[in-house]
């Protein structure tokens, strides 16, 4: 069994994050915060995940386990890397995402690590 087909099927939104914080950091990504999301505020325009730290830029990332993105998870997104005062961010998800909705995120500083992107470096 492949590490996809154990992501898509056994893990939880916790465990996604960890495993997306551990693949960041094996890329040279620093992690400065990780949120629990057992004490989670759940406000929805506050819901990052992690905050890392990479060649001197900050990102915010959000992690969406069997969940299809949209461009609402984007301009959350956008509102986080405000809210953070960081460079960019990063969308960890492990379903596919179209390359136009890849290329809108981009535009606003939103990289999408989706199905394909994980699968290359897995």
């Known amino acids: 069994m492949d590490e996809l087909t154990l992501i ?3 893990l939880d939104e916790r465990e996604f994050r960890n495993r997306i914080a551990s693949l960041l950091e094996e ?6 915060q990780i949120e629990d999301a057992r004490v ?14 990479h060649e001197g830029k900050t990102y915010t990332v959000q992690t969406f386990l069997n969940r299809t993105v949209t461009e609402r998870e984007i301009r959350e997104t ?20 179209s390359e136009d909705l890849k290329k809108a995120a981009a535009s606003e500083q939103v990289e999408i690590w989706d199905r394909a992107v ?5």
């Open 27 to 32: 890329r040279g990504y620093e992690a400065v």
């Open 118 to 122: 994980l699968e290359e470096i897995l």
């Open 8 to 10: 898509d099927s056994f």
């Open 40 to 53: 989670a505020d759940g406000r929805s325009d506050n819901d990052n995940d992690l905050l890392v730290r």
């Open 78 to 97: 956008v509102l986080d890397i405000d809210a953070e005062n960081a460079d960019g961010g990063i969308l960890a998800v492990n379903t596919e995402v």
